[in-house]
């Protein structure tokens, strides 16, 4: 059996011992089920939705989510069963990540973190975040997106089955949107202008179904409270800045200051990281003829499509490449947030991995990294300590890919093939004959 069945049949048997022998911890289910049971009664104004927590703060394709599990679970009384609908959506998520792990070619060593955490089992079945569900279509989204179709016409069609997979996260948890630089990147570098502009509508107008309802008696409200980008976090409960004073965190200048970094540190990966990379194959560009296409193409895979080693190193380059720029767009937004809570752990744990196993980094540096944003969610209540950890964590991650990203055509090719290509002489390069220069 291949790692990734083994660790699923595993996995399976921990969720179900997780489930049966440890207490289920009330921290925002009741309020989930209140906020929708508002709506079940006829209230469509989204300033008087609201639950023990407070407002309704959620899309509307949240509120038809939970509206359908607030009926299976027999108006969210039935929690054990909604526990194991959550088991359900954390073990799909999970087969999904151990896929894109596998097809990228990644061995079970760099899978062995996905296993560590405690805290990502507590909140997918002991406190039934509403995250999981967003991230259940996100990856769902990336996995359609990245697919590699056996006719490279399909590949438009893949995307807009993802499209539709990722504007459905949106319009459940907005945070999702942080993957929207690295995807409108991608989809630039892969899809005629026509295409994209087709796909961007098909997401807007799923944001207007599932909101039309509500956008129709209040708009204002509806986008008010479900696209509230000016929210501030309780410091309390903030896992990433403990040791700043609670009257700095909650200061306008702080927000400001981390939004101008994470712009500047998009505009740099994607001047040094995502312009260096290939996102279609030969066959696919000269079908799919993308709004900014690879000006180094020629030159790139000019002697890369003579064997079937090298087609199926670009094939597995072009695959890796859309994975990284999705998960580095998104923790770039993790890693400068204002406010990371306990629940926000579901929105990057599995990238991590991914993202430094592409890098050059010392494989105890990689551990390093990942360790230090482990434990600091796997303590509780937040501490100065764990936030100190935790942004360790992140400056090393940062470092690692900003700077010291090892992917693309190079790095896929077989390390026989590498060595092979580094002998070969560059085009009008003189070649040595018997000890002799010549040209050839």
Same mark, same amino acid.
Not at 30 to 51: I, P, S
Not at 182 to 205: D, H, K, Q, S
Not at 216 to 226: E, G, I, T, V
């Given at each position: 059996?291949?790692? %990734?069945?083994?660790?699923?049949?595993?996995?399976?048997?921990?969720?179900?011992?997780?489930?049966?022998?440890?207490?289920?911890?009330?921290?925002?289910?009741?309020?989930? %089920?209140?906020?929708?049971?508002?709506?079940?009664?006829?209230?469509?104004?989204?300033?008087?939705?609201?639950?023990?927590?407070?407002?309704?703060?959620?899309?509307?394709?949240?509120?038809?989510?939970?509206?359908?599990?607030?009926?299976?679970?027999?108006?969210?009384?039935?929690?054990?069963? @909604?526990?194991?609908?959550?088991?359900?959506?954390?073990?799909?998520?999970?087969?999904?990540?151990?896929?894109?792990?596998?097809?990228?070619?990644?061995?079970?060593?760099?899978?062995?973190?996905?296993?560590?955490?405690?805290?990502?089992?507590?909140?997918?079945?002991?406190?039934?975040?509403?995250?999981?569900?967003?991230?259940?279509?996100?990856?769902?989204?990336?996995?359609?997106?990245?697919?590699?179709?056996?006719?490279?016409?399909?590949?438009?069609?893949?995307?807009?089955?993802?499209?539709?997979?990722?504007?459905?996260? /949106?319009?459940?948890?907005?945070?999702?949107?942080?993957? @929207?630089?690295?995807?409108?990147?991608? %989809?630039?570098?892969?899809?005629?202008?026509?295409?994209?502009?087709?796909?961007?509508?098909?997401?807007?107008?799923?944001?207007?179904?599932?909101?039309?309802?509500?956008?129709?008696?209040?708009?204002?409200?509806?986008?008010?409270?479900?696209?509230?980008?000016?929210?501030?976090?309780?410091?309390?409960?903030?896992?990433?800045?403990?040791?700043?004073?609670?009257?700095?965190?909650?200061?306008?200048?702080?927000?400001?200051?981390?939004?101008?970094?994470?712009?500047?540190?998009?505009?740099?990966?994607?001047?040094?990281?995502?312009?260096?990379?290939?996102?279609?194959?030969?066959?696919?560009?000269?079908?799919?003829?993308?709004?900014?296409?690879?000006?180094?193409?020629?030159?790139?895979?000019?002697?890369?499509?003579?064997?079937?080693?090298?087609?199926?190193?670009?094939?597995? @380059?072009?695959?890796?490449?859309?994975?990284?720029?999705?998960?580095?767009?998104?923790?770039?937004?993790?890693?400068?947030?204002?406010?990371?809570?306990?629940?926000?752990?579901?929105?990057?744990?599995?990238? /991590?991995?991914?993202?430094?196993?592409?890098?050059?980094?010392?494989?105890?540096?990689?551990?390093?990294?990942?360790?230090?944003?482990?434990?600091?969610?796997?303590?509780?209540?937040?501490?100065?300590?764990?936030?100190?950890?935790?942004?360790?964590?992140?400056?090393? %991650?940062?470092?690692?890919?900003?700077?010291?990203?090892?992917?693309?055509?190079? @790095?896929?090719?077989?390390?026989?093939?590498?060595?092979?290509?580094?002998?070969?002489?560059?085009?009008?390069?003189?070649?040595? /004959?018997?000890?002799?220069?010549?040209?050839?």
């Amino acid at each position: 059996m291949r790692f %990734m069945d083994v660790a699923l049949v595993v996995e399976t048997a921990v969720i179900v011992a997780v489930i049966a022998t440890v207490p289920y911890t009330e921290v925002d289910w009741r309020a989930y %089920m209140e906020e929708v049971k508002g709506f079940l009664d006829g209230e469509l104004n989204y300033h008087n939705l609201r639950g023990s927590t407070g407002s309704l703060v959620y899309p509307g394709g949240f509120v038809w989510l939970y509206s359908a599990i607030y009926c299976l679970t027999k108006k969210g009384e039935a929690i054990l069963f @909604a526990q194991w609908i959550y088991a359900g959506v954390y073990l799909v998520t999970l087969a999904m990540v151990l896929r894109l792990y596998t097809r990228a070619g990644l061995t079970w060593r760099a899978m062995i973190p996905l296993f560590v955490s405690k805290r990502i089992r507590s909140l997918y079945v002991l406190r039934l975040f509403n995250d999981c569900w967003a991230m259940l279509f996100l990856f769902a989204a990336v996995s359609f997106i990245a697919g590699r179709p056996s006719d490279p016409a399909k590949r438009s069609h893949q995307w807009l089955v993802g499209c539709l997979c990722y504007s459905i996260a /949106v319009s459940i948890k907005m945070n999702v949107l942080l993957f @929207a630089p690295g995807m409108l990147y991608v %989809m630039l570098r892969t899809l005629p202008l026509r295409r994209v502009v087709c796909y961007l509508l098909l997401c807007a107008a799923w944001q207007v179904a599932v909101g039309l309802p509500f956008l129709a008696y209040n708009c204002k409200a509806y986008l008010s409270k479900s696209f509230d980008l000016h929210r501030v976090f309780t410091h309390r409960w903030s896992v990433n800045y403990q040791f700043l004073d609670a009257e700095v965190f909650g200061k306008p200048a702080l927000g400001q200051a981390l939004l101008v970094m994470t712009l500047a540190t998009w505009v740099l990966l994607w001047r040094t990281r995502w312009a260096s990379r290939t996102y279609l194959t030969d066959e696919e560009a000269y079908v799919l003829h993308p709004v900014i296409a690879d000006t180094r193409r020629q030159s790139t895979f000019a002697r890369c499509s003579t064997t079937e080693d090298e087609q199926k190193a670009q094939r597995h @380059a072009v695959y890796t490449s859309v994975l990284l720029t999705f998960f580095e767009a998104n923790l770039v937004g993790i890693a400068f947030a204002r406010s990371i809570h306990y629940q926000f752990y579901t929105w990057f744990f599995y990238t /991590v991995p991914f993202v430094l196993a592409h890098t050059m980094f010392p494989r105890l540096l990689q551990l390093l990294s990942f360790a230090l944003i482990r434990q600091a969610f796997e303590v509780y209540p937040p501490t100065a300590t764990t936030s100190l950890m935790l942004q360790g964590g992140f400056a090393l %991650m940062l470092l690692a890919f900003l700077f010291l990203g090892h992917d693309g055509l190079e @790095a896929a090719l077989p390390r026989n093939t590498r060595r092979a290509r580094r002998t070969e002489p560059k085009p009008g390069q003189a070649q040595v /004959v018997g000890g002799a220069s010549g040209e050839q």
